[in-house]
């Protein structure tokens, strides 16, 4: 069974601080993905990572796939309000169509 | 073009009931895949449908079932419903590319009492 785990669970920021949420596992992954959850909607697709090492940008959101292709890194620049929700990895296997998702990191900007 | 539909979006059942979802996936997405939300699991992949085949399964029991139609829209069913089964089921479509990015719907709350 393949595991990831997110951290840290929790994160209260005031606005305009940087943060970096961390989605780790043993396992290997095709892919990656991150979502970002609002209350009361379905998770909404920010980013995939395909390659081992490979970094995205999508303004101030920073997205890096590890090397081995067994964890990433979201990092957000200058938090801003509407940057809160809950973040979501999923990787996906080598076999077969399923996302396995992290626990989720559960973001709240302070103005 | 128009997002994944999910009905009813809010469902109070009783122990021992049954419950159908519905979910209309977004025009060309032939790939619907379901998930259950609850605070303590987290999101838990149910199955995945392609071509009104099943592809995938999650561990999940039997009394999870699910279908497609030859337009792509999904019912999942729910049978002698338990108090653990009360969570967020969210659908989600893709297109057959590779990279199964998913597309969500708004879900469907169940209350399970």
């Known amino acids: 069974t393949q595991l990831l785990e997110q951290s840290p669970q929790f994160l209260s920021i005031q606005e305009g601080e940087n943060l970096t949420v961390y989605c780790n596992s043993s396992s290997v992954f095709s892919s990656l993905q991150w979502y970002r959850q609002e209350p009361g909607e379905g998770p909404v697709l920010l980013v995939t990572v395909v390659t081992g090492g490979e970094v995205k940008k999508l303004k101030r959101l920073t997205f890096q796939f590890g090397d081995a292709r067994k964890d990433s890194s979201l990092h957000i620049t200058a938090a801003q309000p509407g940057d809160t929700g809950l973040y979501l990895c999923?990787?996906?296997?080598?076999?077969?169509?399923?996302?396995?998702f992290g626990g989720g990191t559960r973001l709240m900007v302070k103005p | 073009k128009a997002g994944v539909t999910q009905t009813p979006r809010y469902l109070i059942k009783t122990r021992g009931q049954q419950v159908t979802l519905s979910c209309s996936p977004i025009s060309g997405h032939r790939s619907v895949s379901w998930y259950q939300q609850t605070p303590g699991q987290g999101l838990q992949f149910l199955f995945e449908?392609?071509?009104?085949?099943?592809?995938n399964k999650g561990n999940f029991p039997g009394r999870f079932s699910g279908r497609q139609f030859s337009n792509s829209r999904s019912e999942m069913n729910v049978s002698t419903l338990e108090l653990g089964d009360s969570a967020l089921y969210l659908c989600?479509?893709?297109?057959?590319?590779?990279?199964?990015?998913?597309?969500f719907g708004p879900g469907t709350r169940l209350t399970v009492t």
């Open positions: 449908y392609f071509s009104e085949t099943q592809r």
């Open positions: 989600a479509s893709s297109i057959w590319d590779g990279l199964y990015e998913q597309y």
């Open positions: 999923a990787g996906r296997g080598n076999a077969g169509n399923m996302l396995t």
